[in-house]
């Protein structure tokens, strides 16, 4: 097995493409990857003969078209234009993915599927999220080059000639946090959630099939050049049990895997690959996977920490991080550090539709989780000591002995937040914060991104605070949170009525063009179609099922507490899902109010549904705790 292809590596030529593949037989189909709006990667199987025989048509875009109506670009490809052309992308690395439950008889090797990174053109328009993030790359490539002309020496980055700088390279990463649980079998959340308080799992030794498959995933991931950097135990799960057979039952744990950084849009195309290699490879050991941001509400959610960097080349070839300040002792950042993170935080209310497009995401966001709730920083309290706030959005991370390492972490994100979209409006609304900051020294700048709320700042908002060495979970309350660095959107919808909200906010990560408002277009309404269909689809249902099982308690001893709180259920369970000719319940007023497109209205019962549910699990819980 040694002797697979794994990789063939950016920028190969055709001619090497075409011996690489034709050396390996067992490579049996292509596949064309592209990535619509909600994030969804194509996978089909093209046997590898048409490739080799129609090389320059793929290249071109001509050898495959697909239905555009089929994935999400609504407002785009609809059912009367919907062709859609795929030209593969060259530029990045390409993946041999191999079933290694069907291996080919002539060459006793696994069938392997060469998956090749594409763009989606419709009308000659490429209207797909990783060409969103090439061409937003490109845009803030051009600026930043002219600004490092017009402004050869940045405050705290005197070293770096701007005159010299020849290149702006984007480095990015994603830490991949997941569930694993045996199939079909129910968690039980009370006992995980006192694990979780205890701090039983985190760092956690990996026992049986769990440690199998994640050291085969580590050791896999290495085979095509992630440069894995760690597995772990996350903070959430219980320890498995043993039957008679010596077979691991009721695993559920919360995993972690950490790889190497890379160019953005390699590093984005990096993730969609671990994951599949991370599901196949525990679905061969018999557990399931889940990448939900929030796969069991009372439990730790799975984030993705996204980690945002840039550096230049000058003429002589030297790679500088343009974040880290020449005297790391003296100042937290360079200014271009301080115009980037001042920027993303600034716009950050159009940035955040694409950070959590779901209401699983949202769960996720809440207080008591180690999850971002507020647009707020942390720099550390000194720049010669380095600290890691993680009760902040976006923090700043350092090692005063290494420049190369700094960089910022955004911790809103989650597996399966369109990390293309994300940081194609990161990058914009960093280089609007670098324009600003350019023409300031760094001690003007971290008086600025430290300013109180209510005093007026040259960038800033003057209403708001940005930074915060506290913890925001426990030195703040809910009104001083939500005054000092803004209130979070509640539900999907009111997360994606802040393009409409902060049309100023919108235009920065719009200026590129490749982010227009097209595009936008298409991200909102695939996001409000799935809010709306797995509110009414899925999640009424389903608290619908809650109301239901929530019954009274036949008993021979039953006190005025038992009488006084089942009324209180009986009550809430007629609130919820009793209708009557003159008056509806909560749940029919939801589903009229999506059903009618009045999301407003549905947007606020949406946020009454849950708090309702969550009150009475709560009473039933103490109700039948109290039953004998």
């Not at 419709?122 to 600026?143: C, I, P, W």
């Not at 939900?292 to 799975?302: C, E, R, V």
């Not at 689809?537 to 099982?549: G, K, T």
Request: hydrophobic share 40%.
């Amino acid at each position: 097995m040694d002797d697979l292809l794994y990789v063939i590596p950016a920028n190969s030529s055709k001619e090497d493409v075409l011996k690489q593949v034709k050396a390996h037989p067992e490579i049996k189909f292509v596949s064309l990857v592209g990535v619509d709006m909600a994030g969804n990667d194509t996978d089909e199987k093209i046997p590898v003969r048409i490739f080799l025989k129609d090389i320059d048509e793929f290249y071109a875009g001509t050898a495959v078209q697909t239905d555009g109506s089929s994935v999400v670009l609504p407002g785009i490809a609809t059912l009367n234009n919907a062709k859609v052309d795929m030209p593969v992308d060259p530029s990045v690395n390409w993946f041999v993915d191999y079933n290694m439950e069907y291996y080919d008889e002539e060459t006793e090797k696994p069938v392997g599927t060469l998956r090749i990174p594409s763009f989606l053109i419709h009308e000659g328009k490429r209207v797909d999220s990783r060409a969103v993030l090439a061409d937003t790359l490109s845009y803030v490539k051009k600026n930043l080059l002219q600004l490092f002309k017009e402004n050869p020496k940045m405050s705290g980055l005197e070293s770096v000639n701007g005159s010299d700088v020849t290149d702006i390279q984007f480095t990015s990463a994603t830490e991949l946090e997941f569930w694993v649980k045996t199939p079909l079998e129910d968690a039980a959340i009370e006992e995980m959630s006192a694990s979780q308080v205890l701090q039983e799992q985190y760092w956690e030794r990996l026992h049986g099939v769990v440690r199998t498959a994640m050291e085969t995933c580590l050791l896999e991931l290495d085979k095509y050049g992630f440069k894995v950097e760690m597995g772990h135990k996350e903070v959430g799960g219980l320890k498995a049990q043993i039957d008679e057979s010596g077979h691991m039952t009721h695993v559920c744990e919360q995993l972690e895997i950490d790889w190497r950084f890379a160019d953005a849009l390699q590093a984005a195309d990096n993730e969609i690959f671990v994951r599949s290699v991370v599901k196949e490879t525990f679905r061969s050991v018999g557990l399931e996977v889940s990448f939900k941001a929030k796969p069991m509400i009372g439990l730790a959610g799975n984030g993705e920490h996204t980690h945002i960097g840039m550096a230049a080349v000058t003429k002589d070839g030297k790679m500088h991080n343009l974040f880290t300040a020449d005297d790391p002792k003296k100042d937290f950042m360079s200014a271009v550090g301080y115009g980037a993170i001042m920027g993303m935080l600034k716009n950050y209310e159009t940035i955040n539709p694409f950070v959590s497009a779901t209401n699983d995401s949202l769960n996720r966001l809440k207080p008591g989780f180690e999850a971002p709730i507020c647009v707020v920083t942390s720099l550390g309290h000194k720049p010669d000591q380095p600290s890691r706030n993680r009760t902040i959005l976006a923090g700043l991370i350092r090692d005063l002995s290494n420049p190369y390492a700094t960089r910022f972490e955004l911790r809103a994100c989650n597996p399966y937040t369109n990390t293309y979209l994300v940081l194609a409006a990161i990058y914009s609304a960093c280089l609007d914060g670098i324009k600003a900051a350019v023409k300031h020294t760094t001690a003007e700048l971290v008086a600025e991104i430290s300013k109180d709320a209510g005093e007026e700042g040259f960038y800033l908002e003057k209403d708001r605070a940005y930074r915060s060495e506290n913890n925001v979970f426990e030195d703040y309350t809910d009104e001083e949170r939500n005054r000092l660095f803004g209130a979070p959107p509640a539900t999907v919808w009111e997360n994606m009525q802040n393009f409409e909200n902060y049309p100023e906010k919108k235009s920065v990560i719009t200026a590129g063009g490749a982010l227009d408002d097209q595009i936008i277009s298409a991200f909102r309404d695939g996001a409000l179609l799935r809010w709306k269909t797995e509110l009414i689809s899925r999640i009424i249902p389903e608290n619908r099922d809650i109301v239901r099982a929530a019954k009274e308690i036949r008993s021979d001893f039953v006190t005025d507490q038992d009488s006084y709180n089942w009324n209180k259920i009986s009550g809430i369970r007629s609130y919820l899902a009793k209708d009557s000719i003159d008056e509806k319940s909560l749940f029919t007023l939801l589903t009229n109010a999506l059903n009618e497109g009045d999301y407003a209205t549905a947007s606020g019962l949406q946020v009454e549904m849950y708090d309702k549910v969550e009150e009475l699990k709560a009473l039933y819980d103490a109700y039948s705790k109290n039953m004998i």
